[in-house]
């Protein structure tokens, strides 16, 4: 059992930065893949960024490429999503999710609460 809680959301301009962060409790976290993924209002869920459990492999979306970084720190059981440059399209609640490496939300098992980003123009 894993269980995630998203922070570092907020309220940031455009052309921002912002770092989300996804605590995990369990001492297998270093076995699972984290994805982050967002929804905005009204729309589907989507895939941003996803690493591999031992952080040697990572994936982006081609909308965030070369703006958001994932990393992991695994002694600290913690996911990060640096995210920079950041646009109004951006804005979302955002959700770390842990389990297989996948870009579909059904390839994971245990989901976050969520922390919304909000980017005004």
């Known amino acids: 059992q894993v269980q995630l809680v998203e922070s570092g959301g907020g309220l940031v301009q455009a052309g921002g930065s912002l770092r989300l962060s996804c605590a995990a409790s369990g001492r297998t976290f270093s076995s699972y893949a984290v994805g982050w993924f967002r929804q905005a209002p009204g729309q589907e869920r989507e895939f941003v960024a996803v690493?591999?459990?031992?952080?040697?492999?990572?994936n982006y979306a081609n909308s965030v490429k070369g703006r958001f970084t994932i990393s992991r720190d695994n002694v600290k059981n913690t996911v990060y999503l640096q995210m920079d440059s950041l646009k109004a399209e951006d804005t979302a609640v955002y959700y770390c999710?842990?389990?297989?490496?996948?870009?579909?939300?059904?390839?994971?098992?245990?989901w976050g609460q969520g922390t919304q980003v909000t980017v005004s123009s």
């Open positions: 690493i591999t459990g031992s952080g040697g492999g990572r």
């Open positions: 999710a842990a389990g297989r490496v996948s870009l579909v939300s059904t390839g994971y098992d245990y």
